[in-house]
């Protein structure tokens, strides 16, 4: 209930104030397990994400974001996963196993921080352990606008033009099994590959 009541909250601002446009809707699967994965452009993204998808998204976020004493009632009421930015996060992709465990579905941004000049990134290895040892399918996304309206470094929203398209899924090839990490980095890079097609032409 929360979390639609958030939604509720945020979508007017989005849908009318960022004039939100949405398409490739047919690729989130109604039910059961997957992962979103999307470029990371502005501190607007989950915000914009979470409004474009038709079901929830239960977001990752860093620990110590998600410590701060005055908003982890907000991100434990969204249901969000914190995870640590160092090291091997096991107690952090458990608790992400379990939400798609429940048929929920996750949303990632690959490359862990935004974007400074916009451009999709590196990926780091966490989305895609996560999709091996879940087997879920993954979603990919791009958000479009987002730096128009609050670029890093920006400190309030500007009226702006966002658009959110969603890909067609993928999915890991041995799912269920211990992944190596060559075979991690593999599917890193196609997640990264397949949010980057979805980009607009210049």
Not at 85 to 110: C, N, S, Y
Not at 116 to 128: C, F, H, N
Not at 150 to 176: K, T
């Amino acid at each position: 209930m929360f979390y639609w009541f958030v939604k509720g909250v945020f979508f007017p601002f989005v849908k009318l104030y960022l004039n939100l446009t949405r398409d490739g809707l047919e690729h989130v699967p109604r039910r059961g397990p997957a992962i979103v994965v999307s470029n990371h452009i502005s501190y607007l993204d989950a915000i914009i994400l979470g409004s474009a998808s038709p079901r929830p998204l239960h977001f990752m976020v860093l620990r110590w974001m998600y410590d701060l004493f005055l908003l982890r009632w907000f991100y434990w009421g969204m249901g969000t996963v914190p995870v640590k930015t160092e090291g091997h996060d096991r107690k952090g992709i458990k608790q992400a196993l379990r939400v798609l465990g429940a048929g929920r579905v996750l949303g990632i941004f690959p490359e862990g921080s935004r974007s400074a000049d916009g451009s999709v990134g590196e990926p780091r290895l966490g989305a895609a352990m996560i999709a091996a040892l879940s087997g879920a399918i993954v979603v990919p996304a791009f958000i479009d606008g987002a730096r128009d309206s609050l670029p890093v470094g920006s400190g309030f929203p500007a009226p702006a033009r966002v658009h959110v398209r969603f890909g067609p899924p993928l999915r890991f090839s041995r799912a269920g099994q211990q992944p190596d990490r060559d075979a991690l980095r593999e599917f890193a890079q196609a997640m990264a590959d397949a949010i980057r097609r979805l980009e607009p032409a210049a």
